[in-house]
């Protein structure tokens, strides 16, 4: 399977993800050749400032600056994903996202589906050893409220999206998709990638169901192997 598709991310150009301060250089290798003030209007800044009466209202994006990443990561770990090491597999994959948005410095909103009620965990901020700290002690049980996670999902991310509306988004769920039934899933406001982790020998394969009412891309768990096509 071609690792492009894996990523969360899409492979940047060799130095896409140098320092976004410029260099002392005009026109240098690790500098921007010309000031933000010439860059495209960022009209979502502009209007959140109110209606713009002349070009000195209008606020522009530096040339050289870096999109910023928010990562949105729904993990399931209902009772069900304790068996023929689904949750294993789980955590070997979380451990690689953690790993690549430390590195590319994106944000990361963690919602653990377990038990009752879906917990948040992380809630837009860098990646730290904390989480780490978090998937070491990481066991399955309880029920699996996957849809009341996604949908508590589904209402942060719009209202972080009004926040901070130059923030580009991406939705990660991982899950066996052992539900009984649901409700017809909202699809995701961003790009979205659903992982099935179901690892029994006789499959319900209703992961796959969940990822085409969500928009999302649908990969099992073995086709992502070796983890590090997670990488970029």
């Known amino acids: 399977m071609d690792k492009k598709a894996l990523s969360i991310r899409p492979r940047q150009p060799r130095g896409a993800d140098a320092s976004p301060r410029p260099g002392n ?11 933000g003030r010439l860059g495209a209007i960022d009209w979502p800044a502009s209007l959140l400032q109110g209606r713009p009466r002349s070009r000195a209202d209008l606020l522009h994006r530096p ?5 910023a990443e928010l990562w949105l990561v729904v993990v399931d770990a209902s009772a069900s994903t ?6 294993s ?7 690689e996202v953690f790993e690549q948005a430390r590195r590319q410095r994106a944000r990361l909103a963690l919602l653990h589906a377990t038990g009752q009620q879906a917990q948040w965990l992380w809630h837009g901020q860098k990646a730290s050893q904390a989480l780490q700290h978090w998937l ?15 949908q508590q999902a589904a209402t942060w991310q719009a209202r972080r999206q009004r926040l901070h509306p130059a923030e580009h988004h991406r939705l990660l769920v ?10 017809t899933l909202t699809p995701s406001a961003c790009p979205a990638l659903l992982v099935d982790i179901e690892s029994a020998p006789i499959r319900i394969g209703r992961g796959r169901q969940l990822a085409a009412e969500l928009g999302a891309d649908y990969y099992p768990i073995d086709s992502l192997a070796p983890l590090a096509g997670w990488r970029t």
Do not use: V, Y
């Open 25 to 35: 250089l005009s026109g240098g290798r690790s500098g921007a050749s010309r000031s």
């Open 82 to 87: 304790r068996r023929h090491g689904a949750l």
């Open 89 to 95: 597999k789980a955590k070997g994959l979380l451990a």
């Open 63 to 67: 040339r050289s600056a870096r999109q």
């Open 136 to 150: 070491d002690k990481l066991g399955a049980g309880g029920g699996t409220p996957l849809i009341d996670a996604m």
């Open 174 to 183: 991982i899950t066996d998709g052992r539900l009984r039934d649901w409700p």
